[in-house]
């Protein structure tokens, strides 16, 4: 068990997003005739083609016109004249209702509508559950590596207390050694598969978490941020209808109202220009929080988007198990291209499309005059002289792990 802790007060300035930024070097490499290879914007999941998101509706539709589904509230879709007016702030209630028996049959986890509102993507969502739901002096507790505008989604003077794991995943025995320092914390953030690692808690490993806060903690609130859903290789095979499925602990979490899963149509079906997220909830708090941000700074969320996303959810299961049939192939390809390198290491991620790769054995290896862009040899001794050998030589533009 190795970690260390970092403490931050959040404070009222956005920075920068590191992918965004990121960038700027290749853009300045191609200028001067470099190719680059770009991998920093996190779009690179397989996307559903056009006769696929189209068959989806159709039968989202053509199941709503039976007549054994007149009474089902899932099927009660916005009427084509009202397809322009403004959704509803708190989501189309087909969509919700959707979602809650989706969310059900995919972890286990009871949902009802009224225990989900949407917000404009996962992270709209975030930002608008957290704005309410904690306040100057709270503390909150999550892991790094992490992603790094989490810092910038909470209120102005929280306490974050960053977890620095190694690979993003608040372990129990860890977890119970931090809350005797910091005892019964407003909230613990996870985000599991880990951004920017890749990595996962086994399933037994996540019921260990579950029971840790259950048993160490009295009102602290779990906010499981899930952006990935059914995007991980856990399973040897993969089974669609397990791979989420929660045990007992989360599950007492979740009833207790101390539990807020966070999902999005982005990332698993590939829909990520739609703008569609949600959370999942029995706490009236995170709720009410995110359906005011929805009415006072976020704007709503477009019905037409949330009609395919809708249809993503009920139909597009065969899409995720192909997707993620692809993506253990390009996985593989990760692990052994970065095995046959001299100076990198990386673990297979168990989710997402990230990989962290650890180029630490550049540190101190001389870039000579040949291979500088500024014709000045260099020693890479930091992150940023890491990327810039591998934007400006190697030809590839990835994140700096510092932001993390």
Known sequence: MSYSIHEFITGQQMRSSPTMS?????????????????VTVGDLFPKPPTDMTEGWLKQLHA???????????????????????????????SFRAAVAQCFTRDTGLSAAAAEVMVGTGGKGALNGALF???????????????WPTNYDMFPTGVKLVE?????????????????????????????APCNPTGANYTAPEREAFFGVVLSDTKTTLVASDDPYGKLVYTQEAYDIRTILQRGENEKKLHE????????????????????VGFVVTKNPTMLQSLQRWNENKGGGMGVQNQLL?????MYGDDFIAGAVALLKQKRA????????????????????????????????????????????????????????????V???????????
């Open 333 to 392: 390809l990760l692990v052994d291209g970065i095995a046959a390198l001299r100076f990198a290491t990386v673990n297979a991620p168990m989710g997402t499309i990230y990989g962290w790769v650890n180029f630490s054995g550049l540190k101190g290896k001389t870039v000579p005059t040949n291979l500088s862009e500024t014709n000045a040899a260099y020693v890479i001794q930091t992150p940023a002289d890491m990327m810039r050998y591998l934007v400006n």
């Open 256 to 275: 207790a109202a101390r539990l807020a899963t966070f999902r999005t149509v982005s990332k698993e079906y590939g829909l990520a220009g739609e703008r």
């Open 132 to 146: 309410n739901s904690v306040k100057a002096g709270d503390v909150v507790i999550l892991a790094a590596p992490g």
């Open 163 to 191: 977890v620095a794991t190694g690979d993003g995943i608040l372990r129990a025995d860890v977890l119970s050694e931090v809350l005797k320092t910091y005892p019964n914390p407003a909230m613990i953030l996870i985000n």
């Open 394 to 404: 190697a030809g590839v533009c990835g994140v700096s792990g510092t932001p993390f």
């Open 22 to 38: 990121a960038g700027n070097m290749a853009k300045e490499a191609e200028a001067r005739g470099l190719q680059v290879d770009v």
């Open 63 to 93: 199941d709503a016109a039976k007549p054994e589904n007149k009474s089902n509230p899932v099927f009660a879709l916005r009427p084509d004249a009202k397809l322009y007016a403004y959704s509803e702030t708190t989501g189309l209630p």
């Open 309 to 313: 996303a809708q249809a993503a959810l």
